[in-house]
Nanobody
Framework: QVRLVESGGGLVQPGGSLRLSCAAS????????VDWYRQAPGKQRELVAS???????DYAGSVKGRFTISRSNPKNTVYLQMIDLKPEDTGVYYC??????????WGQGTQVTVSS
C-alpha cells in the first residue's frame, strides 16, 4: 500500500526557514512525479511545487525563488526547503503523487504556521 508521510512543519517567524519531508513507501519517488500542495484556512488547496522523474521542477509564482523541491532517491523522500517564509505561507502542506486514471495518493499533511 502506497504511503506518503510528511514531517517538518511547525511554527516559525516571518523570514524564517523550514524543511518539509515526504517519506514514500512502495511508491518510488525516482520514477514518479511528486508534488507539494498547501491549504490555508478557508481557501482551496493549491499546488506549490512539483518534481518529475527527470527532476524537472516547477513552482507556484508566489513561492518561486523562496522554495526548493528536491529528492533523495536512496531515502525515497522528497523535500521542500522553504526560506523567507511569510504569513501567507501558513497552511497545511500535503505531499501528493498520481498515476493517472484517477489513481492518486495524499499524505496526512503537516501544519506550517508563520507568525510573529
Amino acid at each position: 500500500q502506497v504511503r506518503l508521510v510528511e514531517s517538518g512543519g511547525g511554527l516559525v517567524q516571518p523570514g524564517g526557514s523550514l524543511r518539509l519531508s515526504c517519506a514514500a513507501s512502495v511508491l518510488r519517488v525516482s520514477i514518479n512525479t511528486v508534488d507539494w500542495y498547501r491549504q490555508a484556512p478557508g481557501k482551496q488547496r493549491e499546488l506549490v511545487a512539483s518534481i518529475t522523474k527527470d527532476e524537472t521542477t516547477d513552482y507556484a509564482g508566489s513561492v518561486k525563488g523562496r522554495f526548493t523541491i528536491s529528492r533523495s532517491n536512496p531515502k525515497n523522500t522528497v523535500y521542500l526547503q522553504m526560506i523567507d517564509l511569510k504569513p501567507e505561507d501558513t497552511g497545511v502542506y500535503y505531499c501528493h503523487s498520481a498515476r493517472g486514471r484517477g489513481v492518486e495518493w495524499w499524505g496526512q499533511g503537516t501544519q506550517v504556521t508563520v507568525s510573529s
